[in-house]
């Protein structure tokens, strides 16, 4: 069974920090564009971060660019969102995915990741 799962979600106070962590089982995803989205209450998921098969390019929402950085461990397996300098509004549920494809062109539109994970609650106070 394929699955993703997100870790290190939790309640921090704005200009803090934390780091999310998304773990494949069943497939390591090796060759997949790994993503991260996010949703707040009453709004849509939207794209926040997002890393190339190889590592080798990231982009980024103009809302966390400077502040969040996507990486993936050499095993491929994993995926990280670092979070500095949190804000209110990075509130939500934070959502890790893998593109449906492997070596494919990196993408910020959700409907080109077929994975996804459960999802983890940040909660940014002010």
């Known amino acids: 069974q394929v699955q993703l799962v997100e870790s290190g979600g939790g309640l921090v106070q704005a200009g803090g920090s934390l780091r999310l962590s998304c773990a494949a089982s069943?497939?390591?995803?090796?060759?997949?564009?790994r993503g991260w989205f996010r949703q707040a209450p009453g709004k849509e998921r939207e794209f926040v971060a997002a890393?190339?098969?190889?590592?080798?390019?990231?982009t980024y929402a103009d809302s966390v660019k400077g502040r969040f950085t996507i990486s993936r461990d050499n095993a491929k397996t994993t995926v990280y969102l670092q979070m500095n300098s949190l804000k209110p509004e990075d509130t939500a549920v934070y959502y890790c995915?893998?593109?449906?494809?492997?070596?494919?062109?990196?993408?910020?539109?959700?409907?080109?990741?077929?994975?996804w994970g459960q999802g983890t609650q940040v909660t940014v106070s002010s």
């Open positions: 890393v190339s098969w190889n590592g080798g390019r990231t």
């Open positions: 069943g497939r390591t995803f090796s060759n997949n564009a």
């Open positions: 995915a893998a593109d449906r494809g492997r070596w494919r062109t990196l993408t910020t539109t959700l409907d080109e990741y077929d994975y």
